[in-house]
């Protein structure tokens, strides 16, 4: 018998729920190599702020169109701290879709710095408000690992130390 409900506050109901029908407890895969991605602001070769040499605030774009990856989240609740409730008019997960849209005008959008390469003939400028970071990590299985997973996490860590803006 597996226990199909989540409890709304904690997951000790469903484990002890587990324990209690003699079920196998899931252990917990561990986190390796963290960093953190910042998000700069893409915006259309002709913007009026594309050749800003300072920091842009948002509070600059609360007028423009956005590109978001969804219509809630960190990113959308930046504009909303910002003082402004950004108008979406595209959503696109794709970093190629986005990068098409805004160099057609169509609207500014977020860029994260691990993706600058990719956004060729956007203007990417960075912005005066604190914006709050992207985690990236590896998952690793609980138990016994591959002998080469040391060797990928390495990996992993050196070749992310090259990217612009990742902490």
């Avoid at 842009?56 to 774009?61: M, N, Q």
């Avoid at 423009?64 to 504009?79: N, P």
């Avoid at 595209?90 to 977020?110: F, K, N, Q, S």
């Avoid at 956004?119 to 590896?138: H, N, Q, T």
Wanted: aromatic share 8%; charged share 25%; proline share 8%.
């Amino acid at each position: 018998m597996t226990f199909s409900g989540t409890p709304s506050r904690s997951n000790s109901s469903a484990c002890a729920w587990r324990s209690w029908c003699g079920a196998k407890r899931r252990r917990t895969p561990a986190r390796a190599a963290r960093m953190q991605d910042t998000f700069l602001i893409g915006l259309p070769p002709a913007h009026r702020l594309a050749r800003a040499a300072a920091p842009i605030s948002l509070t600059e774009l609360a007028k423009d169109d956005w590109i978001f990856a969804s219509k809630d989240g960190f990113l959308v609740q930046a504009c909303r701290d910002a003082g402004f409730d950004p108008r979406t008019v595209a959503t696109t997960t794709e970093p190629l879709a986005t990068r098409g849209l805004i160099l057609r005008g169509i609207g500014i959008g977020w860029v994260p710095s691990l993706h600058i390469d990719d956004y060729s003939g956007v203007a990417i400028r960075p912005l005066k408000e604190r914006i709050r970071r992207r985690d990236i990590y590896a998952l690793l299985p609980p138990g016994d690992r591959h002998p080469r997973a040391r060797q990928v996490i390495d990996a992993f860590v050196e070749t992310a130390t090259d990217f612009p803006g990742a902490a």
